[in-house]
């Protein structure tokens, strides 16, 4: 429960809530993960925070967040991103960098942190050098999650997606019991329109022209590390911890 907290306090700019009960923090862990849709940084954020203490500061939490929360819930920054999705658009970077503005209390937090979704340009990652400096505090490093194309194409066109309860499901690796029907709640799976594989070439050719330059931009700070993020969740963590010199805990 303490980290569900812990996102509310990142989702809504709350610093009452930003409080861990479960465990003494020893040392921040102060990260920014990259990667590809489909290459499994999610899922590498779940175990860091779950063995580490770390939070996941996602912005697409925020964004999910903002569609289904009341009125009197949304920030400016949030009302602003809101509009942009309703009207089909792209949110802005100003309003990006407005939004980890409004919660950049969080960056303080002695748990430390996983940004995951900012920055997403070399202009938000020089934004985040400002939030940080003026707090005195420095990125450990900057995981980038790296998984061939194809690899990812069969990951995220094998997806399927309840329509009640949104539990995940792949044809493949985690299919369910009876096809096409949750486990969870006996809802309808589906698949996402841009889940066809076109559909996600499309995307991913145009995450690697964006994020070339912000890779470029941490390596010459010697903060870049490289995670093959092929292999089950367990064995890319273990490739994680040791590309950040951290031991794997149990």
């Not at 792209?90 to 748990?111: A, I, Q």
């Not at 709640?185 to 070339?212: F, H, K, M, W």
């Amino acid at each position: 429960m303490a980290i569900q907290h812990e996102r509310e306090a990142w989702l809504f700019a709350d610093r009452e809530r930003c409080e861990r009960s479960d465990l003494t923090p020893v040392r921040p862990l102060r990260l920014v993960l990259l990667g590809a849709p489909g290459a499994g940084k999610g899922t590498q954020a779940e175990l860091i925070a779950e063995r580490f203490g770390a939070c996941q500061l996602s912005t697409g939490d925020m964004f999910r967040a903002a569609k289904r929360s009341h009125d009197d819930q949304l920030t400016p920054a949030m009302e602003a991103a809101l509009r942009s999705m309703q009207q089909g658009q792209l949110v802005s970077d100003d309003t990006v960098v407005e939004l980890v503005g409004e919660r950049r209390h969080c960056l303080s937090c002695p748990y430390g942190f996983m940004l995951d979704g900012f920055p997403r340009t070399v202009n938000q990652a020089r934004v985040l050098d400002q939030f940080l400096a003026d707090r005195d505090i420095a990125l450990d490093a900057v995981v980038n999650y790296t998984l061939p194309m194809e690899a990812v194409v069969r990951r995220l066109s094998g997806r399927r997606t309840c329509e009640n309860c949104k539990t995940t499901f792949h044809i493949e690796t985690k299919p369910p019991r009876a096809e096409g029907v949750c486990d969870k709640c006996g809802g309808r799976l589906y698949q996402r329109e841009d889940d066809n594989p076109e559909s996600i070439r499309v995307r991913l050719r145009a995450y690697e022209e964006s994020t070339a330059p912000l890779a470029d931009y941490y390596a010459h700070q010697g903060l870049l590390r490289i995670v093959s993020a092929e292999g089950d969740p367990e064995t890319v963590f273990g490739h994680t911890c040791a590309a950040l010199g951290l031991r794997k805990a149990g």
